[in-house]
């Protein structure tokens, strides 16, 4: 009898001591991180949290977080992750049957999807400052943004299996001399069609704006097979693609 009263004792003090580490946790998410070893632990938890659209609309990073995400965005596990988005787009897209009429496409975003903005975010805080518009477009006017890796790869891939590609970037007409400029620096190619916004669409958000284009698409007979982008309203709204791939962002959101 004594010995099953020390064990029932060991399980309530097990519970409470389960019970207030993870009370810890939730006050140290809800509040943000403070300095120390938690950090890390804080900041992949809320990269997760932005990355499945849990956290809803945010402007900047979490303060605490900006050597996380530049240690993520320059390291192995953002490539790492980048590739499992391009294995998995590429599973998918060799089950399709590609009928050969020129209308079976693959829709990409461009910015942090096909080309990387990396360099510019490298000296103006991985997010962690506001988005400066101005320093934005010069940087896009230089057509300097290196290939996503993995994309490019992918993108090669889909071609060879007969997919028509559509570029479907939030860039604006303005940039399409400096944008195409770029997208052939970064080895891309053999594009059908690159959509940008239109004096029309300044100030619609971009999950309407870019539902809008892709059923214009569907109205002409194209199939929309899959869509790739690192923004959540690159990728809801109606039509959707037959699947749609997201790729890691933790720098900046979107709507």
């Known amino acids: 009898m004594g010995f099953l009263r020390f064990l029932s004792l060991l399980f ?21 991180p403070s300095s120390g070893d938690g950090d890390d632990l804080y900041c992949d938890s809320w990269r997760l949290s932005a990355e499945t659209n849990n956290a809803g609309y945010w402007k900047t990073i979490p303060a605490g977080c900006l050597q996380f995400v530049a240690e993520y965005m320059n390291g192995d596990r953002f490539l790492s992750d980048s590739a499992v988005v391009a294995a998995e787009s590429l599973a998918f897209a060799q089950a399709v049957q590609v ?96 959509i940008l916004r239109e004096a029309s669409d300044i100030g619609k958000k971009a999950a309407a704006y870019k539902s809008e284009r892709r059923a214009e698409l569907e109205a002409q007979g194209y199939r929309i097979h899959g869509n790739s982008g690192d923004q959540w309203s690159d990728l809801l709204g109606s039509p959707m693609a037959m699947r749609s791939f997201k790729l890691p962002n933790p720098m900046y959101y979107i709507q």
């Open 99 to 194: 009928v050969g009429d020129g209308k079976d496409i693959w829709i990409f975003d461009v910015d942090e999807t096909l080309l990387s903005n990396l360099p510019y975010y490298v000296v103006n805080g991985y997010g962690s400052e506001d988005f400066n518009e101005t320093a934005f477009d010069e940087w896009v006017n230089l057509a300097k943004a290196p290939a996503l890796p993995a994309s490019l790869r992918l993108y090669e891939e889909l071609l060879g299996l007969g997919f028509q590609v559509v570029f479907l970037t939030g860039r604006v007409e303005a940039q399409r001399n400096a944008t195409v400029e770029n997208l052939s620096f970064a080895g891309y190619h053999s594009w059908n069609r690159l």
């Open 12 to 32: 309530v003090l097990s519970a409470i001591a389960s019970a207030a580490a993870s009370q810890a946790l939730l006050r140290m998410v809800s509040e943000g």
